[in-house]
């Protein structure tokens, strides 16, 4: 490895040592979304998505719907991180400026990742 490559290596290293608690604390700053959060309400957020009411939200219903979660939605930001003391995994997500959401959860607005 050239001298070069190998300072860049080691300053990448550090930085994501750094930055990993960083990301984190950010994350559990943020606010869970509540259930009854009027937005959340009117989307039919829920942390569990099998727990949604697909008589009221049958985009969910089928075995298409059986496949949506937060965690693969394109508003979804970040990757699931886990919050101490919350169970499961949380994620960012446009709808809901500094907050979180389940990343098992899903809303009515769920729409697919583009494919990589
Ligand atoms: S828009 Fe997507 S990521 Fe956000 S709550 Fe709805 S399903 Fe989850």
New binding site residues.
Partial sequence: MKRRNFILSCIAGVGSIALAPLKSWALEKKEI?ALDDTT?KA?G?AHD?TKVDIVKFPKRAGEAGKT????N?????GEPQVIEGKEGKW??????PNKV??EK???????AKPAK
């Fill in positions: 979304v959340a989307l957020y998505a949506q979660f937060c965690n939605c394109s508003f979804a930001q994620m960012g997500c446009t709808l809901f959401v389940a959860g899903w809303c009515n607005t769920w729409t």
